[in-house]
């Protein structure tokens, strides 16, 4: 099994330009999250999927968009970049949205100039 | 807001000490409270807690929960320079998981 991956690894992007940020797991999850994660701040949760289908708004939403396009993956969306997005992304799953662990994918750096 | 709060944020000590990491969450719909160590990816899980006054132990660390003054604490005993990581608290709810700031630990050799 792989876990949770995510892609890229990397990304550079100019201010406006787009990109969605991949995450796929194959331990027959059903909630999923997207964390980002800056220095002195820990980890703040941006949208989260409790279940195929639904999708809801975490701490930092705004500037996000994400879709759960099955019970596999769930995507996350910079419509129009901003210097302010640049981070280390995380995705995570767990089996349950009561269920105790989660697992994390190994992160995507991002940079926005 | 919701708040999940670690102390201290950043700590250096020399291998072989003993360091004690503290969090406090807060009540609403708690179900555990858990322990990560971050390296230089994705964290990694330690321990979750979910009874009060009941030890968890691997190691070298160790935790316990005190559900009455809504905090956790984080022992790790004669460390050593591979325990330095940043050491997350979170605390799961029903709908979520809230994480603190984490501590950022080094150990001198």
């Known amino acids: 099994n792989a876990g949770v991956t995510q892609t890229p690894k990397f990304q550079v992007l100019k201010t406006g330009q787009s990109m969605t940020l991949q995450c796929a797991q194959d331990m027959n999850h059903n909630s999923m999250y997207w964390y980002r994660q800056d220095p002195g701040m820990g980890l703040r949760l941006i949208y989260y999927?409790?279940?195929?289908?639904?999708?809801d708004k975490g701490e930092v939403p705004n500037g996000y968009n994400v879709s759960r396009l099955n019970k596999r993956e769930f995507s996350l969306r910079l419509e129009s970049a901003a210097p302010s997005q640049t981070s280390v992304y995380f995705c995570a799953s767990k089996e349950l949205l009561w269920d105790n662990e989660q697992f994390f994918g190994p992160g995507t750096r991002l940079t926005v100039l | 807001e919701d708040k999940v709060v670690q102390s201290p944020l950043s700590l250096v000590v020399h291998e072989g000490d003993t360091v004690t990491l503290n969090c406090s969450y807060e009540?609403?719909?708690?179900?555990?409270l858990l322990w990560y160590k971050q390296e230089k990816k994705a964290p990694t899980f330690l321990f979750m807690l979910?009874?009060?006054?009941i030890e968890k132990k691997s190691g070298r660390l160790s935790s316990i929960l005190d559900k009455k003054e809504l905090f956790s604490i984080l022992n790790i005993t004669a460390t050593q320079t591979g325990d330095s990581a940043i050491y997350l608290c979170a605390e799961s709810r029903d709908d979520k998981i809230i994480f603190g700031k984490g501590t950022r630990l080094h150990i001198l050799p």
């Open positions: 009540v609403t719909n708690f179900r555990s």
């Open positions: 999927s409790a279940s195929e289908g639904t999708t």
């Open positions: 979910t009874s009060s006054g």
